[in-house]
């Protein structure tokens, strides 16, 4: 991928989002994209950084730790499990954390937050289609979750976040988006749940998710290509 090719694909990116958008009867102002980072070198982010992009995701907490620093005026968001000893990694460096999937987590969050007087933006992370090899809370437990995050001061829970099964027709987990959207509807009815995000859709099904509701999109290969680990 040359820097010309990461732009070009930028570019239909962001087409696609305004056209869905549309699709929706959505302003695509209100989306906003996090741009996938993970894999990719620092000379390649700073090229879309260049062609407008100001939001990052990371899923390793190690190379977030690498790649912040040389870029520190843009928004970097974690979007993995995060172990609860890499906390103190990632907590000070991140705009928003999407990927908070289990009690424990939450706690020492909070407590990182309250040790550095800060208060930490998350996202519950459910895991709609109960899948074994993915992280997140239950959609029958989420309830009860968000209710007890009440009582942790240092956390604001800005969301949900869903990771979709991987199809081939990204038709097939529009039902997946609705769910996550229909619980967040439920949610708000707790006063510190904000439902100010709904970070759904990745490069194979990201325009449904627009028709479902996303206001975060989480894109990677889309934009840099597919991934060599
Ligand atoms: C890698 C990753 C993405 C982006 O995936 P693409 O299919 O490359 O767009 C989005 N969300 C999470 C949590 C990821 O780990």
Redesign the pocket.
């Known amino acids: 991928m040359t820097a010309q090719d990461i732009i070009e694909n930028l570019r239909r990116v962001k087409e696609n989002i305004a056209a869905a958008a549309r699709r929706a009867g959505r302003s695509p102002e209100e989306i906003k994209l996090v741009t996938?980072t993970?894999t990719v070198d620092i000379e390649r982010i700073k090229t879309v950084f260049e062609a407008g992009c100001r939001d990052f995701?990371e899923?390793r907490v190690q190379e977030l730790v690498k790649k912040q620093p040389l870029l520190p005026q843009a928004a970097w968001h974690f979007?993995?499990h995060l172990q609860r000893n890499k906390i103190r990694n990632v907590a000070g460096r991140v705009a928003l954390i999407?990927?908070l999937d289990r009690w424990s987590l939450a706690e020492d969050l909070d407590r990182w937050a309250h040790l550095h007087n800060r208060v930490l933006h998350v996202l519950v992370q459910v895991n709609v289609a109960g899948e074994e090899t993915k992280f997140g809370v239950a959609p029958g437990e989420v309830e009860d979750f968000v209710a007890a995050l009440g009582d942790l001061k240092g956390l604001a829970v800005d969301g949900l976040m869903t990771?979709a099964p991987y199809v081939d027709n990204p038709e097939e987990v529009r039902p997946v988006f609705r769910e996550l959207r229909s619980i967040s509807v439920k949610l708000s009815r707790y006063p510190f749940f904000t439902q100010k995000y709904l970070s759904m859709g990745?490069?194979?099904d990201y325009t449904v998710a627009i028709e479902e509701g996303a206001n975060i999109l989480?894109?990677?290969?889309?934009i840099f290509g597919s991934?060599s680990y």
């Open positions: 996938v993970k995701g899923n979007i993995g999407h990927s990771i990745m490069t194979n989480r894109i990677g290969s889309a991934r």
